[in-house]
């Protein structure tokens, strides 16, 4: 299993940018059960669920910063998972990272997952 971040850079506050998580070594086509998080750590914090999805599309989460801002989605590129990131703020700053997990609960909580990526820096500043 490998996923692979990209899409992140630096943005202005109130700017947008998406994300874009690719998956090898299984398919989020598959009739098994998937879910993919996305994830964030900033400097001397820990890191925190900002959004999930199950791979069926039947349930998706976002953490309480997350909410009215951000939208996860499968993405047009086949085997990816997109974080479309509106309305930044400076306090978004971290590095993302996506996770996948088998299973049909979708989590925030960063221990239920046990594939990650590299990560990919943001940073939202003027």
């Known amino acids: 299993v490998q996923l692979v971040e990209s899409g992140g850079g630096l943005v202005q506050p109130g700017g947008s940018l998406t994300l874009s998580c690719a998956a090898s070594?299984?398919?989020?086509?598959?009739?098994?059960?998937?879910?993919i998080g996305w994830f964030r750590q900033a400097p001397g914090k820990e890191r925190e669920g900002v959004s999930c999805?199950?791979?069926?599309?039947?349930?998706?989460d976002y953490s309480d910063s997350a909410k009215g801002r951000f939208i996860i989605a499968r993405g047009l590129a086949r085997n990816t998972v997109t974080l479309q990131m509106n309305g930044l703020l400076t306090e978004d700053t971290a590095v993302y990272y996506c996770?996948?997990?088998?299973?049909?609960?979708?989590?925030?909580?960063?221990?239920?997952?046990?594939?990650w990526g590299q990560g990919t820096q943001v940073t939202v500043s003027s």
């Open positions: 070594g299984f398919s989020l086509d598959s009739s098994d059960y998937f879910a």
């Open positions: 999805l199950t791979t069926r599309g039947e349930i998706k």
């Open positions: 996770a996948a997990r088998a299973g049909r609960l979708c989590h925030l909580d960063p221990s239920f997952f046990g594939a």
